[in-house]
């Protein structure tokens, strides 16, 4: 009897076990990004196939990445994404040694849940430094009682983290930073790296050379 009560015990304690290792694993690599993008809900744009991604990692207290997103965003938008030709992506976080606003970043996830990032987005570098959840909800056009809870809870702050893990790995210095991945017939991607904020016409003559069918 003893025995067996022991070899059930061992036999639970593997199983708690089992549970902590599978619930510690990371999700695995988006293989439409490449590493170290991990399969989790992003603000993108534009068909997931494309052989053109591009990556912009934003923050929202940032000058240049307003000025990019007011100026040459939507020409890229335009010309780019509508049309089908490369997928778009944000990955919104602070440049290296700097601490994402939870207010600011938790708002963004919250607006990407319901839908609404893209319109929220203007509204969120326009009030950058407000720090109050239900005044930053009102602006993005959420409902403020949940948005302060949202911003507030474990999971949210994770989430934001977890851009952060990311921006860090890509070791930006800076934002905004840019990345254009284009997919090879290997399943890997060829790289272009802008740091800073670039005029329109930079930005066009490298997306176009990018696109070239003999690339």
């Not at 778009?88 to 708002?107: I, Q």
């Not at 959840?133 to 009102?138: F, G, H, N, T």
């Not at 999971?155 to 090879?184: C, W, Y």
Request: glycine share 4%; hydrophobic share 50%.
């Amino acid at each position: 009897m003893l025995a067996a009560f022991r070899l059930l015990m061992a036999l639970l304690l593997a199983a708690l076990c089992f549970s902590a290792i599978a619930a510690a694993k990371p999700p695995p690599i988006d293989r439409s990004l490449g590493p170290p993008f991990t399969q989790r809900a992003r603000a993108t744009l534009g068909p997931v196939d494309t052989r053109l991604v591009m990556i912009e990692v934003s923050d929202f207290r940032c000058e240049h990445c307003r000025l990019f997103h007011e100026r040459v965003f939507p020409r890229i938008k335009e010309r780019y994404i509508d049309s089908g030709l490369i997928r778009y992506v944000v990955l919104p976080a602070v440049a290296d040694g700097a601490v994402p606003a939870p207010a600011l970043f938790g708002m963004a996830k919250l607006a990407l849940e319901r839908g609404r990032y893209w319109t929220a987005r203007r509204a969120l570098f326009a009030h950058a430094y407000e720090s109050d959840p239900a005044v930053l909800a009102r602006v993005a056009g959420l409902d403020p009682v949940e948005a302060a809870a949202y911003v507030a809870s474990t999971e949210t702050r994770a989430a934001v983290a977890a851009d952060q893990a990311e921006a860090t790995n890509l070791k930006v210095l800076g934002t905004p930073t840019f990345f254009l991945r284009q997919r090879l017939e290997d399943g890997n991607f060829a790289e272009a790296r802008v740091d800073g904020y670039e005029s329109w016409d930079y930005f066009e003559s490298l997306i176009a050379d990018l696109l070239r069918p003999e690339r």
